[in-house]
Structures are given as C-alpha cells and as structure tokens.
C-alpha cells in the first residue's frame, strides 16, 4: 500500500501552489475569460470538460490533470459565492 501523509489536508499547501501556478499560466493565455460566462449552465459546461479529460486518459492513457480539475470546481464555486 502506497504510503501516504497522516491527513489529507497535509497535502493543502502543495496543491493550492500547484493551483496556483496553473491558474497563473491559463490565466496569461485567455485572462479573464471565464468571467464572461454565465452562472446559469456552468455544471454542463465543467463536466463537459471533466469528460474531456476522462476521454483522453481513455484514448491516450494521458494523466488526468486534476489540478486543472480543481480550478475547474474553483470557478464554480466563485460564481456561486458571487452570486
């Protein structure tokens, strides 16, 4: 069995950095873009892209990003904090 941390929030500060630096390289591509999209069919549209990246780990055997993941919930949930 793969040796893990005692807690999972032990792993909070790595995962936020990665966060982070993903959120900081998508953000010089297309800035602020996803605040151009509506509240209103964001589950559609976020798990379009989670089966995107099933898809391709199917296809390819192409790792899951789950930190692109992760964002992916973040923007979620700041729409519906911001509503």
């Known amino acids: 069995m ?7 929030w032990y792993y ?12 900081t390289e998508k ?4 800035h602020d873009k996803w605040k151009e999209l509506p509240r209103e069919g ?3 549209r976020i798990v379009s892209e989670i089966i995107k990246y099933f898809e391709g ?4 055997g ?4 789950w930190i692109d993941v992760a964002n992916l919930a973040l923007i979620g949930w700041v729409r519906e904090q911001s509503e």
Not at 57 to 60: K, L, N, R, S
Not at 62 to 65: F, S
């Open 2 to 8: 793969a040796k893990y941390r005692k807690y999972l």
């Open 12 to 23: 909070i500060a790595e995962f936020s950095a990665l966060m982070l630096a993903r959120l």
């Open 27 to 30: 953000h010089l591509k297309y």
């Open 42 to 44: 964001q589950e559609d």
């Open 57 to 60: 780990f199917q296809e390819t």
């Open 62 to 65: 192409r790792p899951i990003n």
